[in-house]
């Protein structure tokens, strides 16, 4: 019976051809890091985000007091500039 070079059995890192343990742990180690790295990132990005989300709500804030602070200023004037015009 020939064997078949597409066989399971054949493949590099099956049961038959197992992987050399030093190119294993290599890649393991590469993928560690690059978890690590990923991992940071994301932290990094959350990070980003959540600044953003409090700029955001303080920019909204903000434009809410001085939007009253406006309306209040123009119905002080207004009621000062009619009191003016009757008198």
Do not use: C, F, I
């Not at 959350?46 to 953003?52: I, M, N, S």
């Not at 920019?59 to 809410?64: G, I, N, P, S, V």
């Amino acid at each position: 019976m020939a064997v078949n070079p597409e066989d399971e059995n054949t493949k590099e890192g099956s049961l038959d051809n197992p992987v050399k343990t030093g190119e294993t742990e290599e890649g393991l180690d590469a993928l560690k890091n690059e978890v690590t790295s990923l991992k940071a990132k994301a932290v990094e990005n959350l990070a980003g985000w959540q600044r953003a989300q409090a700029d955001l709500a303080n920019y909204k804030k903000r434009a809410e007091q001085e939007k009253k602070e406006l309306m209040e200023s123009a119905s002080s004037a207004s009621r000062s500039g009619s009191m003016r015009s009757r008198g």
